[in-house]
């Protein structure tokens, strides 16, 4: 007998995003990006997405049912992001499937959004089970978190001032790279040398932690002093250097973490962790120490609507469900 | 006009610090210097003075955060807005009524905030030390700003 088929509806930040999810197999996952929308403000404003969420989820609905090959009416459950995101782009999905569900008679779930990004992997690795060490890192969000078992979590490092994605952000802006700031700096940094420029690693003294504002500083402290002297190196170096400094902090953290814990497991979700370098290094660092390391393909680091259903599966199978009263969260807790 | 130099980021951690124990609610605190000024770090020192538990970090990428300690503590970056419009869809004020509101890049809302606020300017100086210099609008003429020299 086959399990529930779940519709998940992701609309935290930038992307409208939904999928259906059946026994830990994705039967569709469809998103409407509004990154042309962002670019031209280096970054994603809240009123600018929660317009463009109305404007997309309905047909976009249809297209992940229609993609899964089935109708509206064999929809077991629906789920939503509850939080943490933006609070106006939250409550369209989440007003949206809380209508849905109503309509449907089905059960909602209001879904953690990083609890999401826990349970990707999980779609297309079915070998993957905790305890493990997953790092989330992306333009909102910068953690290290322990999954002793699914639903008991703790953050074990996070960052105290950017997060890498902002990193990433802030510096291509500065550097005159575009919106969003990894992929264009991984752009930017082909053929670079990214040992050319030593650009600094914080927060040697704090295992887990991670802070990316002294790189920040760095970068433009770097970069104006040697415009002015007329010797600034290719971009493509400073751009390589940016990236290994922000990867360097990120791997060296996460096996800080492996070792702190004693688990054999690591895992990757959000945006920062589709950066090529990342997952080469991630790769290199984990089969140096016999872990094994499980990192969903991009289309699934970045927010999805499956992540969101496959979370929904474990909560559901636990007799979980929301009320339709239930609201949003946007500083939502992992844990809490 | 209240000038403190800071040799590091502790010091202007420290700073904001003690600027917490003169603000009341509905105060706004306008933050204004270049990227990697210590603006953030400034915020976060702020964030400790009113007890608040959570790491207080960038609000850039979201624009806006929230805190709750003593008072609740609004912290909002205004750093990728294109024009007053899309500043106003933000409606800051609203979002400073009950406590207070830290705007980074807050130059460009000295215009909204006019009538009462406290702007501090960040100036970063060749050896990597900074200079924050504090002017009040409004509530703040008569206050004891000198208290954040410590």
């Given at each position: ?17 939904i ?108 070998g ?19 999954t ?6 703790e ?49 040697g ?69 589709a ?49 339709l ?12 | 006009?209240?000038?403190v ?5 502790a010091?202007t951690?420290?700073?904001?610090r ?7 609610p ?22 400790d ?17 929230h ?18 419009a ?25 215009q ?39």
């Open positions: 007998m086959s399990g529930p088929i779940i519709l998940g509806l992701e609309t935290s930040c930038d992307e409208t995003a999928g259906v999810v059946r026994d830990g197999v994705v039967l569709s996952n469809v998103l409407s990006s509004q990154v042309d929308d962002h670019a031209r403000f280096g970054g994603v404003v809240p009123e600018v997405a929660a317009r463009a969420h109305v404007e997309a989820i309905r047909s976009l609905t249809h297209r992940a049912l229609r993609d899964a090959g089935i109708h509206q009416l064999d929809v077991d459950a629906v789920a939503a992001t509850r939080g943490p995101g933006l609070a106006g782009a939250l409550m369209v999905g989440f007003s949206y499937g809380k209508a849905m569900a109503w309509a449907l008679d089905r059960p909602f779930l209001g879904v953690d959004h990083m609890e999401g990004h826990l349970f990707a992997p999980t779609l297309e690795h079915p993957f089970e905790p305890p493990a060490i997953v790092l989330l890192a992306s333009g909102g969000h910068s953690q290290i978190v322990l002793r078992a699914w639903g008991d979590y953050t074990v490092g996070a960052t105290i001032d950017d997060a890498a994605g902002e990193a990433f952000d802030k510096v291509a802006r500065f550097l005159g790279l575009g919106f969003p700031g990894g992929p264009a700096i991984d752009r930017a940094s082909d053929g670079g040398d990214a040992t050319s420029i030593d650009f600094p690693r914080a927060l003294d704090r295992p887990t932690d991670l802070s990316f504002s002294g790189l920040k500083t760095a970068v433009v402290t770097f970069v104006r002093r040697h415009h002015e002297a007329g010797d600034l190196p290719p971009l493509s170096d400073v751009a390589a250097a940016v990236q290994e400094a922000i990867v360097d902090v990120l791997v060296a953290k996460t096996m800080n973490a492996v070792e702190q814990t004693g688990v054999k497991v690591v895992a990757g979700g959000g945006g920062v962790l950066n090529r370098r990342l997952r080469q290094r991630l790769t290199e660092a984990c089969a140096a120490r016999g872990i094994r390391l499980f990192l969903p393909s991009p289309i699934l680091c970045t927010d999805n609507g499956a992540m969101v259903a496959a979370a929904a599966a474990f909560r559901l199978e636990r007799g979980e469900t929301s009320p009263d239930s609201e949003v969260d946007s500083s939502l807790r992992l844990g809490s | 006009m209240i000038r130099h800071c040799p590091d980021a010091a951690r420290a700073v904001g003690r600027l917490a124990g003169l603000l009341r509905g105060d706004v605190v306008l933050l204004a210097g270049d990227l990697g000024a210590g603006k953030t770090v400034f915020a976060g020192g702020i964030g003075g009113l007890g608040v538990e959570d790491p207080v970090v960038s609000p850039t990428f979201v624009l806006v955060r805190y709750r300690g003593l008072m609740p503590m609004t912290h909002a970056d205004i750093y990728r807005l294109g024009s007053s899309e500043l106003e869809d933000l409606d800051l004020p609203a979002e400073s009524a009950d406590g207070v509101l830290v705007v980074e890049w807050g130059d460009a809302a000295s909204a905030f006019a009538d009462d606020h406290l702007m501090v300017r960040f100036a970063v100086h060749p050896d990597g030390t900074r200079t924050l210099e504090f002017t009040g609008t409004g509530s703040w003429t008569g206050r004891p700003l000198q208290e954040v020299a410590g």
